[in-house]
């Protein structure tokens, strides 16, 4: 059994093509080798004839193989619209000493951009903070994932550049531009200029009235953004995106800053249950593996 990635292979590791395509490679083994077996990932571009239809678009060859009937599928049937919508705001970089929260983000992105070209299906990359600082075609062809590997493979290398999240505007923009029903993915740890969650989901709610379905991954490093786990002793803590500095020890504030980051998850957690949008909680310690059965799931919905 292959040692699974840590961060710390993506960032020693200068080709993102490679590590993306070993991720979903393996994924798909232990898929095939799991209670997931069900969610087709080799077949995308077949679908199972259905007694009475014309047997014009019959694959032949694939009956051959497995004395099953299937029928070629053409582009405009098979092809899922998917916009990932990536933050690269100064709290992503977080933990400074292994940016784990954007590097662990990268890799996910390119390994579902990877899966969805596998799939036959059509990914665009938005790069996003105060404003959005990217944008690409949604395309499914092969050259297409090239270019958006490259692009992730250079933003794992940027320098972050002090600005305030804002991404309840980014979403809104999103939701004027794409013009037809997609999957939009969002990786974000939702921190940013926003005091509550009113903002968020009122552009969570643009998105859902153009009819368009949402997949949240909020990133985070849970042993100290949420249960701020850090050992008693003075520290100078520093917001990212402000530069505010606050000299405290951890004893300080320790309760209320847990249940004001509980409280907010669990408001960001209800809310996309009443609004039928997947909201998948990942802690950056644990395995890539979640994000693509998250993805699988959400896709499942969608067809």
């Known amino acids: ?156 290398e940027e320098e972050p550049v002090r600005v305030e999240t804002n991404v309840p505007e980014v979403i809104h923009q999103i939701a004027q531009q794409i013009q037809k029903r997609s999957l939009v993915v969002i990786f974000s740890d939702m921190l940013g200029r926003h005091e509550n969650s009113d903002a968020i989901f009122a552009a969570l709610q643009h998105l859902k009235h153009q009819k368009h379905e949402v997949l949240i991954f909020h990133v985070m490093d849970r042993k100290t953004e949420e249960e701020f786990d850090f050992a008693e002793r003075p520290y100078v803590f520093v917001d990212v995106e402000t530069g505010q500095e606050l000299k405290l020890q951890p004893s300080q504030v320790k309760e209320h800053y847990r249940n004001a980051v509980a409280t907010y998850k669990r408001e960001l957690e209800l809310k996309c249950g009443q609004y039928k949008i997947d909201f998948v909680p990942v802690d950056i310690t644990e395995p890539f593996d979640k994000v693509l059965y998250g993805y699988l799931v959400k896709r499942a919905k969608v067809r």
């Open 1 to 156: 059994m292959k040692k699974p990635l840590t961060l710390a292979d993506v960032q020693k590791f200068e080709n993102m093509e490679f590590l993306a395509k070993q991720l979903v490679e393996g994924f798909i083994t232990g898929l095939h080798q799991s209670p997931y077996h069900g969610f087709s990932v080799e077949f995308s571009e077949h679908r199972l004839y259905n007694s009475g239809e014309s047997t014009r678009h019959i694959d032949w060859k694939v009956f051959a193989r497995t004395d099953k009937l299937f029928v070629k599928r053409f582009e405009e049937e098979t092809n899922l619209r998917c916009h990932m919508l990536l933050d690269v705001s100064p709290s992503m970089y977080y933990p400074v000493e292994n940016r784990g929260k954007i590097t662990f983000s990268i890799l996910c992105a390119a390994a579902l951009a990877t899966l969805l070209r596998k799939q036959r299906d059509a990914v665009g990359l938005v790069t996003f903070a105060d404003t959005i600082k990217q944008q690409t075609p949604v395309r499914s062809t092969a050259s297409h994932l090239h270019t958006l590997l490259l692009l992730l493979q250079k933003q794992l």
